[in-house]
């Protein structure tokens, strides 16, 4: 075995840099953590092509003199904390004393900084973690770093970056998240020269809330504040009823540090229980302050990641809160499980179709083709054959099936009943209603002729920046489906059409969610097919559950569309649409 001996600096720091730097938000999130540890009132960020080839950070904070900035960059040489208990009380964003160590062993880094009380600024320039030169500078004072060629040297970590667009998305949203987590410092963000958003301080939460996510989104939101014991929670909160399709908008911070907290997480789904519907997710600005000692934010090498002393408590502590603002909220609408049910109110030239049975599948069929009573049979598939594959299913056309069920009646919430000839089936409604959807809306697209309406009155539209952005990106593809959306004014647009299948009241909401799909990257328009399947899964999800008024005979056409389905087993969202239990096991459970 060779000798043991200690690495030199420049590969401990390549090492740490692979967990402290994974990708350019964490190079971003680094440097304006430092920026506002420093006590900036200004920070601007700008970056290029996902922060891969360049970024840029600079406050006005309170610099470092030449002697600071040389063991800035040692490894371990930290400012923040002096001892290991002092782990136990921390009040800055950092104290490892590994970020610009880390960065700088991965790219080409320049610091230039200056104190106030100083003439003349430092400027040191670092590459691949080598000392280049330390020389004289001017620079207002405070500290400008800037980033070239990130992972230029590390070939391998380079492969794992996603698209610049995606690393994009991350600094923005990280930087979103600590702007509102610092009202009172001004940010300015720029992405390839183009300002995305620039907020002067801010006097309260909700005013950066607003200028950072938008005068709609804060519209919504209610402010709680709640004391227990050395426990306090501050912040805003959605009012029932308004969830969104992602989690972008669930932001908490612990003692003002953006993390991401399962116990956090939980407790506000949790919550927020009876007031969203299944599968939407609260917006959420929710500060936790607590003792530093009661919660440790040591656990993972960024940081973001914290571990509580006392979960249990955290958790009831915060459902609580939430429970009692959520309860007494004047606005609160009655817990709902279903969205995009209200009935098409607002004007619309083409007849609105709302989530009914009889758009199931564009004309009903002729009713007299079809069982009309429930004593009628329809012809269905064999349920013998209810597991065959896909491909064969495509190939037998529905008249081959030649059994017959015949209705029984409503059960529970949602299902019907079945007596087929060779046992009794159960299906569920919402499940099979959404596959009909599916495939209707699948050969709308295929066949390119997607069905539109237009809105009497166009909607305008409020988004963000970045979703402004990823908007523009995607109007092509949203023309080709249905939609049509315009640009009127910098994040202002307006929705002129929509698919017919969608109701004109739902059409904001809807355009809103596929704007959080594209967020997350799920919206590719080179892959148009998967993108399709997104925007009819995301339909399909809102489809209306059927309430056990559904007529007999709707029941029957329910399911002679399902039928002609090409997957009737199963609905767009991965669940069955029915199930048999055969004569067999009927006579095997009761001992026949
Ligand atoms: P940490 O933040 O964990 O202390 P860093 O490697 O991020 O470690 O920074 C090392 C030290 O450099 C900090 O403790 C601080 O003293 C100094 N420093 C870094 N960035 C700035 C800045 N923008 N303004 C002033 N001082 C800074
Ligand atoms: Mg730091």
Redo the contacts with the bound molecule.
Sequence with gaps: MPNIRALPDQVANQIAAGEVIERPVAVVK??L???L??G?TGVEIEFRNGGRSYIR?E?N????DRD?AI??IERH????IRQADDLLRIG???????????IASVSRFQLR?RRETEDIGTELLLNGGKLLHVKDCGIPS??R?EVHHLFNSVPARRKFLKADNTEAAHIIQLTKVYAVANPGTAFTLLENGRLLFNSPACPSLKDRVQEVFGIKLAGNLIPIQKVEGDYRLSGLVSLPGRGRSTRHEMITLVNNRPVSSLTLNHALLESYHAYLPRGRYPVVFLFLELDPGAVDVNVHPSKREIRFRDDARVRGFIIRSLLDKLRGSTEATKPTEVVGQSPAGAPCVANPVEMSPAAYAGPLPNPQSIATTASQRVKVGSPANAFESKETRKNSAPSDWETGWKFIGHVQRGLAVFDSSSGIVVLDRRAAHQRILYEKLESQYRKKKVAAQQLLIPVPIEMDSLGSAHLLDHLDFLNENGFKITEFGRNFFRIESVPAWISPDDAERFVEDLVGLMKEGKLNQEKPIEAFDQVARLACSRAVRLDDSVSDKEMISLVSWLFKCQNPLISPLGKPTYFEIGRNELERRLMK
């Design positions: 680094e440097l953590e430092n920026s540890d420093a900036a950070i406050d904070g309170s610099g470092m600071q063991l800035s040489a930290t400012s923040k800055t964003y950092g104290f490892r004393g590994e970020a610009l160590p880390s900084t405070g500290t770093i």
